[in-house]
T-cell receptor, first 113, second 113 residues
Framework: EAQVTQNPRYLITVTGKKLTVTCSQN?????MSWYRQDPGLGLRQIYY???????DKGDVPEGYKVSRKEKRNFPLILESPSPNQTSLYFC????????????FGPGTRLTVT | AQSVTQPDIHITVSEGASLELRCNYS??????LFWYVQSPGQGLQLLLK??????LVQGIKGFEAEFKRSQSSFNLRKPSVHWSDAAEYFC???????????FGKGTKLSVKP
């Protein structure tokens, strides 16, 4: 089954404790992206990757890092999480930047205390 | 810059009634447009998309949307709502060179029995 998977689905952590949210897709998509969803703000892009070893900032990149060492994986790293990063995070993938039709993972709900 | 407005934050309809969710966009040319649905605790599922051609597009679950260039609108419709349609609906427009989607803030749909 074609899908985007994320782990963990739920995470509660404390300020400053580094964490990684994994994302994997099995559709051989070139483009991958991370969004955060906050009430009243909709979804906003954090980082994106057009291909292996090619990543770039989205609209709200502060406090996040990403890497793309393999085509299928696109982990999101919070090196020093803060409470304002409490949010619902979605990973998405698409064929390429011209496609725009994005497939979303199930989401990771992160709480930083 | 591209933007999407969903004027209705919350809509309640009776089961069996018709539905129209409004979406207005701001974009310099004819954009790629999307509607996604997010059920509680779930990721985003693509309902339908408009790239070009016929301005009335059909999607999954009995939804359709009409692109009206003169009104910069892409409203979502369904002739008869089912209780399982209760969810949050997001309209989105292509974001440009980042390959991302620009989302509206969503419309939450409640269905009365």
């Amino acid at each position: 089954e074609a899908q985007v998977t994320q782990n963990p689905r739920y995470l509660i952590t404390v300020t400053g404790k580094k964490l990684t949210v994994t994302c994997s897709q099995n559709m051989n998509h070139e483009y991958m992206s991370w969004y955060r969803q906050d009430p009243g703000l909709g979804l906003r892009q954090i980082y994106y990757s057009m291909n292996v070893e090619v990543t770039d900032k989205g609209d709200v990149p502060e406090g996040y890092k990403v890497s793309r060492k393999e085509k299928r994986n696109f982990p999101l790293i919070l090196e020093s999480p803060s409470p304002n990063q409490t949010s619902l995070y979605f990973c998405a993938s698409s064929l390429g930047t011209d496609s725009y039709e994005q497939y979303f993972g199930p989401g990771t709900r992160l709480t930083v205390t | 810059a591209q933007s999407v407005t969903q004027p209705d934050i919350h809509i309640t309809v009776s089961e069996g009634a018709s539905l129209e969710l409004r979406c207005n966009y701001s974009y310099g040319a004819t954009p790629y447009l999307f509607w996604y649905v997010q059920s509680p605790g779930q990721g985003l599922q693509l309902l339908l998309k408009y790239f070009s051609g016929d301005t009335l597009v059909q999607g999954i679950k009995g939804f359709e949307a009409e692109f009206k260039r003169s009104q910069s609108s892409f409203n979502l419709r369904k002739p008869s709502v089912h209780w399982s349609d209760a969810a949050e609906y997001f309209c989105a427009v292509e974001g440009g060179s980042q390959g991302n989607l620009i989302f509206g803030k969503g419309t939450k749909l409640s269905v009365k029995p």
